[in-house]
């Protein structure tokens, strides 16, 4: 039977764990033996918090009623014995679910209200202001009763039409999209604006987060959802039903939502049991399936093997019975595979690069490092050989020739400090235009070229525009930066001829690759200043709205590109600052050993042991540092176990699996630490 996309991705968090445990152990013996620079200890702890802490995003999205909030029950909540997220006919889940779990935050369930709506700040402000939330806690030992709490995300209020058309419900220039004007010229309207709960379910510890998403134009009405959200996913879901085909709401879903083409994107056909018919035979009723997946490939002109027959509520019913016909009728698993095969490899393969690469560079660092150590080592030696046997004059004379040759030496750090000087403001102008205040001032030139009127296409093309002076400000950045490296080039160059240095510059820095990310960000964006989105252009608050979502996606972009450079420029620098040290305490050193050979004249030989016991120690070194870079390697290099087939116990497909990761509050399914 196959694996599931459950215990694949409990594999995933063992591989993150394991690999951490071996990224720490690296992290541990360079602390140790005083061998960590500042910029070396950031990328440890960085890579560390990406290992255990990065969240990995699945969004479930489609027109109601398609049977999202089904299909994750049946994925990932089958375990708790009955159905959790509310699911049934007609609109349903009225606000954005966002599943996850932080240790930091309650257990429970925290709701935004609606009317927030009618305040500026963002879904993203909001979050930071607990105090704004409704929260209700959740009885993890009865299911019941936290099925009861979760029908909170149903919960509708009514309101007046003027009232729905300042909370972003009502439009009058779209009729076909508003909601049925009730009694009293009421409208019927989410009493939530954003709910997210927060459950130490193992998947989501493990940093899985799961988005649910309301149908019927709802996606649409939230810019924060198709700006901020679903372009943050890893995967995306789009889900249809067997029984409706693709009708025409479901097709602009998926144009004006799906077509980002940096998410793996999944597409199952819900509700296959509702083909089944009993005037046919199996045989016919598998072709009517084969027949609609094909129309749907078309339709979304995608492979037809990539959409997914699936019944998620024969799934939901299967699992909760233990029925493993039921489970294979319902073809879920098919579907859960591809789902992990799609995203779980891809997410180890990029954090498992990021690993290995940065533990190399940092190898790459040390050996250098231990190769200029064993160079003075060899030389002292072969200065104190050459003692051998001399009188104490010519003892005398070398302790002269040392000091001569140090302060000679000294003479290196005007030259450092005339370099540095000239690095960091090199530095500082290769970052100035990277700033997040900068960002803020392009887009607000945005909003004045368009000065409050949002026409379609004049904002397209001053969108446009400012994404071709962003894409500007990576390259001069990139250009900066190759000015600094040809600078230390040539500066590293004269300090090792004149002054005995062996210093490297390290090899270019590439920040222009982050131009994609921005063309990612501009195809996202841009679809809502297209002709079609007037109505919503002209929305009261959406500008302010889609400016601030716009700043701050930008913000993250710019923000890491300033990171890498720093970084990389501080590796540089630390570098210098290393060998400096390491050439003055070899001065004292040799002064030292020369100083107390003249004293006694059996110090000869103890120094000389010293020496080469200094040298072993730095041979021991670098051979552990071999093996424990080695073994990381090794271990971020490992296939993500998956786990065997389940079923050998009799039970049916899955059933191991999930009894194993089931809802775990004592916290015994936790992986230990450093397994
Ligand atoms: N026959 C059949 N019904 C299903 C299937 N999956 C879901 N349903 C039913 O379809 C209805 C809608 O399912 P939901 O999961 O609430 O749909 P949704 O997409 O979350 O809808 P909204 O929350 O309103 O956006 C419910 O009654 C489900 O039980 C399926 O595979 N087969
Ligand atoms: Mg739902």
């Not at 992990?340 to 190898?363: C, H, N, V, Y």
């Amino acid at each position: 039977m196959m694996p599931n996309f459950a215990s694949n991705l409990d594999a995933l968090g063992q591989w993150r764990v394991a690999t951490d445990a071996k990224l720490a152990n690296l992290a541990r013996f360079a602390r140790e033996q005083d061998l960590l620079n500042d910029a070396s200890a950031e990328w440890f702890e960085a890579m560390r918090h990406r290992l255990s802490g990065e969240k990995l995003m699945v969004a479930f999205v489609a027109e109601f009623s398609r049977g999202k909030s089904e299909l994750i029950n049946a994925i990932f909540f089958s375990d708790k014995g009955r159905r959790m997220m509310p699911a049934s006919a007609g609109r349903t889940t009225m606000c954005p679910v966002e599943l996850g779990y932080d240790d930091q935050d309650p257990v429970g369930l925290t709701l935004l209200p609606i009317d927030t709506r009618l305040e500026a700040a963002s879904l993203a402000e909001f979050r930071r202001q607990p105090q704004a939330w409704t929260h209700i806690t959740l009885d993890l030992s009865n299911p019941e009763g936290m099925a009861q709490a979760l029908a909170e995300v149903m919960r509708t209020r009514l309101v007046s039409k003027d009232q729905a058309k300042l909370l972003g419900f009502w439009a009058d220039e779209r009729p076909e999209d508003n909601p049925p004007l009730l009694e009293n010229d009421q409208v019927e309207v989410p009493e939530w604006r954003h709910a997210r709960i927060n459950l130490p379910h193992p998947l989501l510890k493990r940093g899985l987060v799961v988005l649910d998403t309301p149908g019927l134009n709802a996606i649409g009405t939230e810019p924060e959802l198709t700006l901020g959200l679903l372009p943050q996913a890893h995967a995306t879901v789009f889900i249809l039903g067997a029984d409706t085909g693709v009708t025409k709401s479901d097709l602009s879903i998926w144009r004006d939502h799906l077509s980002g083409p940096a998410l793996a994107r999944f597409v199952a056909l819900n509700k296959i049991d509702a083909l089944a018919d009993p005037l046919s035979t199996p045989q016919q009723v598998e072709g009517v399936i084969s027949r609609q997946c094909e129309s749907v490939a078309q339709t979304l002109e995608i492979p037809p093997e990539h959409v997914f027959p699936i019944s998620a509520r024969q799934a939901l019913a299967a699992r909760l019975n233990g029925d493993a016909a039921g489970l294979r009728a319902s073809r879920l698993e098919a579907f859960e595979n591809a789902l992990s095969e799609g995203l779980l490899p891809k997410r180890r393969q990029m954090l498992a690069d990021s690993a290995i690469d940065g533990a190399t560079q940092f190898r790459h660092q040390l050996v250098r490092r231990f190769g200029e150590m064993r160079r003075l080592h060899a030389e002292q030696l072969l200065e104190l050989r050459g003692l051998r046997g001399k009188s104490t004059g010519k003892v005398q004379l070398m302790l002269q020739r040392v000091q001569a040759e140090a302060t000679e030496f000294e003479q290196c750090t005007a030259r450092l400090a005339a370099m540095r000087s000239v690095h960091a403001r090199m530095l500082r102008g290769a970052l100035i235009d990277l700033s997040s205040e900068r960002v803020r001032q392009e887009v607000d030139v945005l909003g004045q070229v368009l000065g409050g009127s949002w026409l379609p296409l004049g904002a397209k093309k001053a969108f446009v525009e400012l994404c071709s002076r962003l894409r500007l400000l990576i390259e001069q950045a990139q250009q900066r930066n190759d000015e600094i490296h040809s600078m230390l080039v040539a500066s590293f160059a004269k300090l090792n001829a004149e002054f005995g240095f062996s210093l490297l510059a390290e090899s270019q820095l590439d920040v222009r690759k982050y131009t994609e990310d921005l063309v990612l960000i501009e195809r996202n964006y841009v679809q809502y200043l297209g002709l079609s989105q007037a109505f919503r252009l002209a929305q009261p608050g959406f500008q302010e709205q889609f400016r601030r979502m716009l700043v701050s996606r930008l913000r993250v972009v710019f923000e890491t590109i300033s990171n890498d450079i720093e970084l990389w420029n501080k590796t540089a620098s630390a570098q210098v600052d290393g060998q400096l040290r390491e050439r003055r305490r070899n001065f004292k050193r040799r002064y030292e050993s020369l100083d107390r050979i003249q004293s006694a004249s059996n110090e000869l030989d103890a120094r000389l042991q010293e020496v080469q016991g200094q040298d072993e120690r730095v041979l021991q070194l670098q051979t552990r540092l071999n093996t424990l870079v080695d073994e990381l390697v090794a271990q971020a290099q490992s296939e993500v176990g998956l786990n065997g087939p389940a079923g050998a116990s009799g039970g049916y497909a899955g059933a191991p699996e999930l009894s194993k990761i089931s809802l775990d509050l004592a916290g015994t399914n936790e992986v230990p630490e450093g397994a």
